[in-house]
């Protein structure tokens, strides 16, 4: 990102490090993307600039023209949203005063920081299930992928990301249902060994998916010179 820092700095204050197009509160979970992309001749200069939450900055890359569904954002409509959304907090400040900010991140930031805690899961399953006086209560996570799904927020990523988080997240479901029905098992009954030397084999290797999926999304969101 080429934008000159002191034009950022201004820009980024009068937004009030809120999204131009959901005027979600964001905070340093704040980007500034390329409204007419470089790819297309679009220019390194602030007037070229819109702050986007990750999420709408996802959304607006997501589109594919090889297989169009709904409506496409276009340079012109994003520079009506800035405008539109620069004009208010300029000439109606106190409308941001009396609107809760909204500091909860976004389904796509809470999903990169359940793939993070998942993988710090995944890394002590395999020393902490080595037998039962040693039996782990910390549980895989999928609370942010549904939320993920429910919000349509998987639905916009590219193929190859979408496909990586739906096969990690089916895995992650089966060794989640693995670790709670090992801990409902008595320490010296057979099924908890069983059960217990499955995770030792399942659970290790949702580490190489986890981290791909956590790669691709991470990249993905930060979309480069787009």
């Known amino acids: 990102m080429a934008f000159k820092q002191s034009e950022v700095n201004n820009l980024l204050a009068c937004c009030h490090r809120r999204c131009c197009v959901c005027h979600r ?3 340093v979970k704040i980007e ?9 001749g679009g220019a390194d200069e602030i007037a070229n600039a819109i702050p986007l939450c990750f999420e709408c900055h996802a959304e607006i890359h997501s589109y594919n023209d090889k297989h169009p569904r709904g409506r496409k954002f276009r ?3 994003l520079k009506q949203h ?3 959304w620069l004009e208010i907090c300029a000439k109606n400040p106190a409308a941001l005063i009396d609107t809760p900010r909204d500091i909860a991140v976004g389904p796509l ?8 805690f998942n993988s710090a899961v995944i890394a002590g399953i395999e ?3 080595i037998g039962p006086e040693n039996r782990c209560s910390a549980a895989l996570s999928n609370t942010q992928f549904q939320r993920a799904i429910e919000s349509g927020a998987i639905s916009v990523l590219d193929d190859d990301l979408r496909k990586s988080l739906l ?4 895995e992650i479901g089966k060794v989640k249902l693995l670790m709670q029905a090992y801990l409902g098992q008595s320490e010296k009954d057979a099924l908890a060994g069983a059960i217990g030397g499955e995770l030792k084999t399942l659970a290790p290797a949702l580490a190489d998916p986890v981290e791909s999926a956590l790669t691709l999304l991470l990249g993905f969101l930060g979309h480069g010179d787009a």
């Open 167 to 170: 096969s990690t997240y089916a």
């Open 109 to 116: 930031q809470s999903l990169i920081d359940e793939l993070q």
């Open 25 to 27: 509160f964001c905070g």
């Open 75 to 77: 340079p012109k409509e």
């Open 82 to 84: 800035k405008e539109n």
């Open 32 to 40: 500034l993307d390329h409204m007419q992309p470089k790819g297309e």
């Open 127 to 129: 020393q902490k299930f």
